[in-house]
């Protein structure tokens, strides 16, 4: 297959003019979302940059340190982005959310690499990557359910309440709102395998075959790491939430 062809500077920044057409769009729709828009764009760009100069640096000078502690800074990231969505949860569902996706993440990175890969967990060329598309999804995930679970509870407090004055246990009047959330964090995940291959070639298979990849090899790591993705998001989410219900109530079966 031909090497990969490198983007300037110059042909790189045309694909900012694509940001005209939905900036566009939205301020003639009044959509006042463009200055999110804009933050957004600038943020991605910075950060992307900013990786890039650190995983050259990681690459160019390969220590296990290094891959551990950028492993370490991107799951905290992760952590604080669900923890930050979801402000309005108690103390003790932060610290089983955090350690949810924390070792859910890690776990599932560490099988991967080990043993679906074959390399060493210390070998930044695979652990970093493969590490920020699991981990990436499972937080996405995560809030989804979380938002999911916070805003079902609120709604339905009083058929809660009505529930335990019946006699109901609280976990059994909280299941069916740790199912239906568990059920709304997969969907994206779910739905986007079901298009796949057909609709749409994958973020990472697409990135392989640029490389320079034989597709066939790209189409066995991306079913991968899907399988890797949907699985840390629902360990995750099912932790988190099956865990996490149990800090909404008291001895005495009152939800607080």
Do not use: W
Not at 40 to 64: D, K, W, Y
Not at 151 to 174: E, F, S, Y
Not at 243 to 254: D, E, F, I
Request: glycine content about 6%.
């Amino acid at each position: 297959m031909n090497d990969i062809i490198a983007l300037n500077i110059g042909q790189f920044a045309l694909v900012y003019l694509l940001l005209i057409v939905v900036l566009l769009i939205m301020k003639n729709r009044q959509i006042a979302q463009t200055k999110l828009l804009i933050v957004a764009s600038c943020r991605m760009t910075v950060q992307l940059v900013l990786a890039g100069l650190i995983l050259t640096f990681i690459f160019e000078n390969p220590h296990p340190a290094f891959t551990l502690a950028y492993l370490a800074l991107m799951t905290a990231f992760a952590v604080y982005m669900v923890l930050h969505r979801n402000k309005n949860i108690n103390k003790r569902f932060k610290v089983i959310t955090a350690l949810s996706l924390s070792l859910s993440g890690i776990s599932v990175v560490c099988f991967f690499i080990t043993a679906i890969v074959g390399v060493s967990l210390f070998n930044a060329q695979y652990t970093i990557p493969i590490s920020g598309m699991v981990i990436g999804n499972a937080m996405t995930g995560m809030s989804l359910g979380l938002r999911a679970f916070n805003d079902n509870i609120t709604a339905n407090r009083n058929q809660i309440d009505t529930l335990l004055d019946m006699g109901v246990t609280p976990r059994k009047a909280l299941t069916p709102f740790v199912n239906a959330s568990i059920e709304t964090a997969l969907l994206p995940t779910l739905n986007s395998m079901l298009g796949m291959g057909i609709i749409s070639l994958p973020g990472m298979m697409t990135g392989q075959i640029l490389s320079g990849t034989m597709p066939t090899t790209a189409i066995l790591y991306q079913i991968a790491i899907i399988i890797a993705i949907c699985t840390v998001t629902c360990l995750s989410v099912f932790l988190c939430l099956y865990l996490g219900a149990g800090t909404l109530y008291n001895k005495r079966g009152q939800l607080l």
